[in-house]
């Protein structure tokens, strides 16, 4: 887990998307692909999933696309980082190798602590704050082209 895979990173990549060039209005995932340089086929089944664990929601119809299940500070990168994982494992790959017994009583149990003290950092950083990081960078939203404040 310490190397994300591509997956996992496109996921993390699609929701901040979604986050932050919303602007009240769902995105469609070919906006997604061209902002992200995402590749379809991995971005419409990485939605799906975030979709059905919660994270986001699925708009039908012409104006369709997607957008966040709950606030972007109620969405914490681990989150997408469990979700993704639940998909790429399906087992322990470690647990059936053979090991001597330094590797499994010192190296795999130190392996292990470091991926939880990850995900516990993970945790606290929520898709807010990497929209905050964005905008601080000043990476342009598009956003802002979407806002219509007509009364």
């Known amino acids: 887990m310490l190397r994300p895979s ?5 996921a993390i990549e699609a929701v901040l998307d979604i986050a932050y060039h919303a602007g009240g209005e ?10 992200q340089e995402i590749p379809r086929r991995y971005l419409e089944q990485t939605l799906q999933h975030l ?5 986001l929601v699925g708009v039908r119809g012409p104006k369709g696309g997607y957008r966040l299940a709950r606030e972007r500070r109620r969405i914490t990168i681990g989150e997408i980082v469990r979700v993704m994982q639940s998909l790429e494992e399906s087992e322990d790959i470690y647990q059936d190798l053979p090991g001597s017994p330094l590797g499994l009583g010192v190296v795999r149990p130190m392996w292990q602590d470091l ?3 990850l995900m516990q950092r993970l945790d606290t950083i929520s898709i807010d ?3 905050m990081k ?3 960078d000043g990476v342009g939203s598009e956003a802002e082209e979407k806002m219509d404040f007509t009364i």
């Open 6 to 10: 591509k997956k996992m990173l496109f």
């Open 26 to 35: 769902p995105v469609q995932s070919r906006e997604i692909t061209r902002r």
């Open 51 to 55: 979709v059905r664990s919660g994270i």
């Open 115 to 117: 991926q939880e003290d």
């Open 129 to 131: 704050d990497l929209c």
């Open 134 to 136: 964005a905008w601080r």
